[in-house]
């Protein structure tokens, strides 16, 4: 269901049948979940925003850049400095959006793991959303590495069945080859059309992908891997709002510190629960 202020909102003949757009609304509508909005233009803008999540997805899977663990990660020395940890941190004086679209123009530099290809994706299609001077501003030292984000980014992870096109789901692999960690799961980008794309799988089923990290499990394993009941989204409303009103808050913005894990492939939500363990260490603190 979803509502503009306040009232609910069909969306009908919005956007042309069959187009993306009108499946992502079809999908609000057909949930149980509300989504809530102040404004048709905050509405318009996640819309557009998740259209352009399935676009850089959809352009990561045809470029050149491949899959790697943190210890093989590479970037353009030219844009990124590669720290010890594996991670991409912008080099100064360079312009966050350029760096961002160098991975793209020149993917066949790159080669990095599949949480830090989602972080990719979203930066990616936040710039094509919001325009080069905006994403400046807002993205003025980046740095790549698994799940870390910039706090303007709002990114949550929620325990829920229901996913809409453009949102990043987990498929967990319990039983992953040891000697392969890094297949320990995919995170993977709902494309809208009944497939997904995870970063070194490509575009496939959920089927598909299941089967492919299935073959990639230790010896006598009978546990098959399973899509989990996690879903993962940016913020829409926070940046919407950065959007709709045309400026940065950088100058009042302190960055997230950053958990070097070095597991590849881990779920947004394992990811947000060390930074919470770093953050409210005596939550996490067992009282036995």
Sequence with gaps: MIEVSGISFSGDNLFAPG???????????????????????????????????????????????????????????????????????????????EAILDIYRNSYLYAFECAVANVIIYYHALLTSIGLQLFNDLFQDLYLYSWHFDPDFGIRSLHSNHF????????????????????????????????????????????????SLNSMRKAGSTQSAYLANVVTSPSFRHLANLSLNMRGLQSRKIPYIVIHHNESSIS???YLFYLNMAYNPAAFRNPF
Excluded at 39 to 63: G, P
Aim: aromatic share 12%; proline share 5%.
């Design 164 to 211: 809409l096109p453009g949102d990043v789901v987990y498929f967990n692999n319990p039983d992953f080859d040891p000697a392969a960690s890094w297949w320990r799961g995919e995170n993977a980008v709902v494309m809208g059309d009944g497939t997904f794309f995870g970063h070194g799988l490509g575009i496939m089923t959920a089927d598909r992908m299941i089967e």
């Design 19 to 97: 187009s993306i757009e009108s499946i992502i609304i079809r999908n609000m509508k057909e949930s149980v979940t509300v989504y809530a909005y102040q404004s048709k233009d905050e509405l318009m803008f996640e819309i557009e925003l998740r259209k352009n999540i399935i676009a850089s997805a959809r352009a990561m899977e045809q470029s050149d850049m491949q899959f790697a663990n943190f210890a093989n990660s590479r970037c353009n020395p030219m844009y990124w400095d590669l720290t010890d940890a594996g991670g991409f941190q912008l080099k100064p004086n360079v312009l966050p959006s």
């Design 268 to 270: 947004c939500s394992q």
